[in-house]
């Protein structure tokens, strides 16, 4: 199993561009996560989605959106990127609800310059 | 909402030898799960250990330990025997346990551990 996987992983954006992150996951898990990881910080969620069709805002959702056509795919789509938005971002998936054991892709380094 | 406190941005220490990351957190919440997870340089969030708020006994993996004081909302990761490939960045995160999807990770700022040889 590849687990989450999670492309590409580095880019730099200018400003006012814009991209989609991909992340999908092999394990047919229910539970999507985005979550982005400022400099010398921990990670905080952006979005996620309990299933295929259905999304919600996290704790930091400006800027971003988010699609769940299907449950191994759930893309982040930045529309006008912003020097804010430069960052580490990791995509995670859990099986169930009272599942704590969470799944990692291992991160796009994006930079909007 | 939760936070999560980790008052050690950066810590050291020599091989073989034993070091303690503090975390500290704030909830309303009894049923909870507190977690620590390693960031190597390849920045992929590993789990290392995990403690579920209902139990007392504190959970414990190989050489990693933790101190977990609930009355306190203390949560300390113990790491014995350190060796080399323990240098990383280390989190604490606290998640709610309850039938909610939403239920996210909140996380601290991070520890940054150096094991010296």
């Known amino acids: 199993n590849a687990g989450v996987t999670q492309t590409p992983k580095f880019r730099i954006l200018k400003i006012g561009q814009s991209m989609t992150l991909q992340c999908t996951q092999d394990?047919?898990?229910?539970?999507m996560y985005w979550y982005r990881q400022d400099p010398g910080m921990g990670l905080k969620l952006i979005y996620y989605?309990?299933?295929?069709?259905?999304?919600d805002k996290g704790e930091v959702p400006n800027g971003y959106n988010v699609s769940r056509s299907t449950t191994e795919d759930f893309p982040l789509r930045l529309e006008l990127a912003a020097p804010s938005q430069t960052s580490v971002y990791f995509c995670?998936?859990?099986?169930?609800?009272?599942?704590?054991?969470?799944?990692f892709g291992s991160g796009t380094r994006l930079t909007v310059v | 909402a939760q936070t999560v406190t980790q008052s050690q941005p950066e810590m050291s220490v020599q091989e073989a030898e034993t070091v303690t990351l503090s975390c500290t957190y704030d909830?309303?919440?009894?049923?909870?799960?507190l977690f620590w997870y390693k960031q190597p340089p390849s920045r992929q969030m590993i789990l290392v250990i995990r403690?579920?708020?209902?139990?007392?006994q504190n959970a414990t993996e190989n050489r990693f330990s933790v101190n977990f004081q609930k009355a306190a909302k203390s949560f300390s990761l113990k790491i014995s025997d350190s060796q080399l490939g323990d240098t990383a960045m280390y989190f604490c995160?606290?998640?709610?346990?309850?039938?909610?999807?939403?239920?996210?990770?909140?996380f601290g700022g991070g520890t940054r551990l150096m094991v010296k040889p």
């Open positions: 995670a998936s859990r099986r169930e609800a009272l599942d704590y054991g969470y799944t």
């Open positions: 394990m047919n898990h229910n539970y």
């Open positions: 989605s309990v299933g295929a069709g259905i999304t």
């Open positions: 909830t309303s919440e009894n049923n909870y799960y």
């Open positions: 403690q579920e708020a209902y139990k007392q």
């Open positions: 995160a606290f998640m709610k346990r309850v039938g909610n999807a939403g239920n996210m990770l909140t």
